[in-house]
């Protein structure tokens, strides 16, 4: 199929584009990598009276890392007057470049790891970081590292600039709390503390295709101490999902074997999966059960703590 009409923009600023959004009166759709929403428009499931494209807004693709400072505890940390280690990165920048960038590799290598999770070589070349998050897609990595490393994204619009948490984005199946008129600018993910372990772990039908289930997991520990943990979900339902409970569990026991099965078994019990045509609700529980368990392990083989 093709689309239907719509008009197309390709604005070469970020005002421009907003101009155009409040044109349109919640009509538009916003053009990033296109990975998503170009099928959704091909078979006709959107039907928007323009696009507006912002490929061509080159201020939207960038990778910084900085102090910004929190106005509470980030992963575990009191606030400092120096701030958290942030990585800062454009909306528009490429999976592809994330992929392959020393700074994100440094800094946040769980995102370095869950890029590789995602479809095939001409996706990660065009799709972008924020059009993923916009897409909200709960079967998607990036809404799940996001969680896990309790990220926020900045929105702009007519109105100014805002910071959104990550836990307060994603509302439901393919929905965000960005208006109409807003764009997603920029992703900021705090570092997680020195000697942290990381892994993603997810099972789909075939590669490349979206996960049935995905679990993020970050590990610090000082010896066989948990100092912090989190763990997050993809495909376990309608918005990825914190699993705190199960991370409860081995701050407060260690890491021992015992405590990593029972956070397993807690985490099957915390997600509430849809049963489709892939796979059952009951299947995906006992997913989250394996894959957390499996995660926290690979987690903690590179975690250097203590």
Known sequence: MKPAKFDYWAPASVDEALALLTRYGGEAKILAGGQSLVPLLNFRLSRPAALIDINRIPALAYIRAENIAEPGPAHGRPPTTEGVLTVRIGAMTRQRTIEFSPAIAERVPLLTEATRWVGHLP???????????????????????????????????????????????????????????????????????????????????????????????????????????????????????????????????????????AAGRRASELVNPDSDIHASADYRRHLAGVLTQRAIKRALTQATGG
Do not use: N
């Open 123 to 261: 996706i990660r070349s065009r799709g972008t970081i924020g059009g993923s998050l916009a897409h909200a897609d709960p079967s998607a990595e990036y809404p799940t590292v996001l969680t896990a490393l309790g990220g926020s994204v900045v929105a702009r619009g007519p109105k100014g600039e805002r910071t959104i948490a990550g836990s307060e984005l994603f509302q439901t199946y393919l929905t965000t709390s960005l208006a109409a008129d807003e764009i997603l600018t920029e992703v900021r993910l705090p570092a997680p503390p020195a000697g942290a372990g990381y892994a993603f772990e997810e099972l789909a039908r075939r590669h490349g295709d979206f996960a049935l289930v995905g679990i993020a997991a970050v590990i610090a520990r000082q010896g066989e101490r948990c100092t912090m943990a989190r763990l997050a979900t993809s495909g376990a339902g309608p918005v990825p999902l914190r699993l705190r409970a199960a991370e409860e569990i081995l701050e407060r026991d260690g890491f021992g074997d015992a405590a990593i099965e």
